[in-house]
């Protein structure tokens, strides 16, 4: 981090919002712009992010909510929501950079748990649980780290759309723990209790 010049010591941080989608290129170049001048120590600057879907802002359809839709349907949630995990654990800025440089100079689909897998492997601070694989029940892709407090977090994308009309079945852990692909869930997963 720079340091703040002697004349902008006393200065209050400039302080704004800045409404964001991870898919929009304008939020990338800002994102920069705002990086360099906080890396500069030329004028302090406290920016809050806030997530804003263009999906949901342009979409036709009265009352659809990016929240309510499908993973397929709602391009950009999944980084928005590993985003915000982060921020809970102080790591926003980061997190946030290196979500949009994957997303717009390395043109990563960063709604793939693979790429969040990738990240969260090189980042050193997590420790990977079990994953990546297919659940059998629900379908979803999933990827399970644990944060340093040691909360178990499964980081997923592509589920089944389950509602009423489908029942509910209750079925033995043995085979909830299975999957259509992937490795078998390790000991330290099955023996884990969160705090």
Same mark, same amino acid.
């Given at each position: 981090?720079?340091?703040?010049?002697?004349?902008? =010591? $006393?200065?209050? +941080? #400039? %302080?704004?919002?800045? *409404?964001?989608?991870?898919?929009?290129?304008?939020?990338?170049?800002?994102?920069?712009?705002?990086?360099?001048?906080?890396?500069?120590?030329?004028?302090?600057?406290?920016?809050?992010?806030?997530?804003?879907?263009?999906?949901?802002?342009?979409?036709?359809?009265?009352?659809?909510?990016?929240?309510?839709?499908?993973?397929?349907?709602?391009?950009?949630?999944?980084?928005?929501? =590993? $985003?915000?995990? +982060? #921020? %809970?654990?102080?790591? *926003?800025?980061?997190?946030?950079?290196?979500?949009?440089?994957?997303?717009?100079?390395?043109?990563?689909?960063?709604?793939?748990?693979?790429?969040?897998?990738?990240?969260?492997?090189?980042?050193?601070?997590?420790?990977?649980?079990?994953?990546?694989?297919?659940?059998?029940?629900?379908?979803?892709?999933?990827?399970?780290?644990?944060?340093?407090?040691?909360?178990?977090?499964?980081?997923?994308?592509?589920?089944? %759309?389950?509602?009423?009309?489908?029942?509910?079945?209750?079925?033995?852990?043995?085979?909830?723990?299975?999957?259509?692909?992937?490795?078998?869930?390790?000991?330290?997963?099955?023996?884990?209790?969160?705090?």
């Amino acid at each position: 981090m720079a340091s703040v010049r002697p004349d902008q =010591a $006393a200065s209050p +941080a #400039r %302080r704004f919002d800045v *409404f964001y989608d991870y898919l929009c290129p304008f939020v990338y170049r800002a994102s920069v712009l705002l990086q360099n001048v906080r890396d500069s120590g030329e004028r302090p600057i406290d920016v809050r992010w806030r997530y804003f879907s263009l999906i949901q802002v342009n979409s036709k359809d009265e009352g659809w909510t990016v929240w309510d839709a499908v993973d397929s349907e709602a391009r950009g949630r999944l980084a928005f929501k =590993a $985003a915000e995990a +982060a #921020r %809970r654990q102080g790591g *926003f800025d980061n997190f946030h950079m290196a979500l949009l440089r994957a997303r717009h100079e390395q043109r990563a689909d960063i709604d793939d748990v693979a790429v969040g897998h990738d990240y969260l492997a090189q980042f050193g601070t997590y420790e990977h649980m079990w994953g990546i694989g297919r659940h059998v029940l629900g379908s979803q892709v999933y990827d399970y780290w644990a944060d340093p407090w040691g909360r178990v977090h499964e980081h997923w994308a592509d589920s089944d %759309r389950l509602n009423l009309a489908n029942g509910s079945n209750l079925v033995p852990a043995e085979e909830a723990l299975t999957s259509q692909w992937g490795e078998a869930p390790p000991k330290k997963f099955i023996d884990h209790a969160s705090p």
